[in-house]
């Protein structure tokens, strides 16, 4: 997210700081979310945020850094472009592309550049990918443009028709984070939140229970199971033997939802693990993309189409 001065153009802030504003703003201060699905939504906006993202790290239109960003394997080749040129008109010299189920693999240190099977499920905010990666390639894959963001949708727009209130953007990831589980097994617990109802716009304390999150989770999750079974069906034997012996991993912000693992693991019918530190799986994959580019090259020509 990036909140900008629609009157002076400026950002004001990125990231958590944005999401913070939501609500607590001048009318002029909007936040913008530039990205939706895995797609770039607004191209301007999506320029201002990486050229925002430049000005923190210290670079400035006359270095002309070097790029690397990933996108979803479903993205098109309009997304594509659109996403390298945001990145060029923010300042960049050169940007180069690589598809998150690959930048994941190489940031969970994975041997993708061997003839080996190895299994990633990304679960982002915009986009959930599955992908057997091999030979420096995705050999299976499944993606659908459903995420965490989803999952906060559908809790958003339950506690607004079941009990006739809204609530903060981040009080939704909060219900989602305590309440929520893949297996339901959070029966029975409820968290007591402050919201202002649809009818009369007062403030009220409310208690939300974990079977309303579950119940509005449910049906993104299991679409997620699918995409996997998907992947793994479209998997040549030799490979499914290397996942079967080597399971799975699962990463992305959206794989810390509580026994999503398990639930993967039931319906993929191999072992699972959830990366450490999974959202920042893509991020760590990207900056050993910048410092081996050499070598790794040619994983970004399947991304740049």
């Given at each position: 997210?990036?909140?900008?001065?629609?009157?002076?153009?400026?950002?004001?802030?990125?990231?958590?700081?944005?999401?913070?504003?939501?609500?607590?703003?001048?009318?002029?201060?909007?936040?913008?979310?530039?990205?939706?699905?895995?797609?770039?939504?607004?191209?301007?906006?999506?320029?201002?945020?990486?050229?925002?993202?430049?000005?923190?790290?210290?670079?400035?239109?006359?270095?002309?850094?070097?790029?690397?960003?990933?996108?979803?394997?479903?993205?098109?080749?309009?997304?594509?472009?659109?996403?390298?040129?945001?990145?060029?008109?923010?300042?960049?010299?050169?940007?180069?592309?690589?598809?998150?189920?690959?930048?994941?693999?190489?940031?969970?240190?994975?041997?993708?550049?061997?003839?080996?099977?190895?299994?990633?499920?990304?679960?982002?905010?915009?986009?959930?990918?599955?992908?057997?990666?091999?030979?420096?390639?995705?050999?299976?894959?499944?993606?659908?443009?459903?995420?965490?963001?989803?999952?906060?949708?559908?809790?958003?727009?339950?506690?607004?028709?079941?009990?006739?209130?809204?609530?903060?953007?981040?009080?939704?990831?909060?219900?989602?984070?305590?309440?929520?589980?893949?297996?339901?097994?959070?029966?029975?617990?409820?968290?007591?939140?402050?919201?202002?109802?649809?009818?009369?716009?007062?403030?009220?304390?409310?208690?939300?229970?974990?079977?309303?999150?579950?119940?509005?989770?449910?049906?993104?999750?299991?679409?997620?199971?699918?995409?996997?079974?998907?992947?793994?069906?479209?998997?040549?034997?030799?490979?499914?033997?290397?996942?079967?012996?080597?399971?799975?991993?699962?990463?992305?912000?959206?794989?810390?939802?509580?026994?999503?693992?398990?639930?993967?693991?039931?319906?993929?019918?191999?072992?699972?693990?959830?990366?450490?530190?999974?959202?920042?799986?893509?991020?760590?994959?990207?900056?050993?993309?910048?410092?081996?580019?050499?070598?790794l090259h040619a994983l970004f020509r399947s991304a740049d189409r």
């Open positions: 997210m990036v909140a900008i001065d629609t009157n002076t153009g400026e950002v004001q802030d990125l990231g958590h700081g944005a999401l913070e504003l939501i609500g607590r703003t001048a009318r002029h201060v909007i936040v913008f979310r530039p990205f939706n699905q895995g797609a770039t939504v607004d191209f301007d906006v999506t320029a201002r945020l990486i050229e925002a993202l430049f000005d923190r790290a210290g670079v400035s239109k006359m270095s002309r850094a070097r790029v690397v960003m990933s996108v979803p394997s479903l993205a098109t080749a309009i997304e594509r472009r659109a996403l390298r040129q945001a990145a060029i008109q923010a300042g960049a010299r050169e940007a180069s592309l690589i598809e998150a189920p690959l930048a994941a693999a190489i940031g969970l240190g994975l041997p993708v550049q061997d003839p080996v099977g190895s299994a990633v499920v990304l679960l982002g905010a915009g986009a959930s990918e599955a992908a057997v990666v091999s030979l420096g390639g995705i050999v299976a894959g499944g993606a659908r443009r459903i995420g965490g963001s989803d999952v906060d949708t559908a809790i958003a727009t339950s506690l607004r028709l079941n009990l006739g209130v809204v609530v903060a953007p981040s009080v939704v990831e909060m219900l989602k984070c305590t309440l929520c589980s893949a297996l339901g097994r959070t029966a029975g617990l409820s968290e007591v939140v402050l919201a202002r109802t649809v009818d009369r716009g007062r403030l009220k304390e409310i208690e939300v229970s974990a079977e309303l999150v579950n119940a509005a989770a449910y049906d993104i999750l299991h679409t997620t199971m699918r995409m996997i079974q998907e992947c793994l069906g479209g998997t040549p034997p030799d490979l499914s033997q290397d996942v079967s012996a080597r399971g799975m991993t699962i990463a992305g912000g959206h794989a810390n939802i509580r026994d999503l693992d398990e639930l993967v693991a039931t319906s993929a019918g191999v072992e699972v693990n959830v990366a450490p530190q999974s959202d920042l799986v893509v991020i760590q994959g990207l900056q050993a993309c910048l410092e081996e580019m050499a070598s």
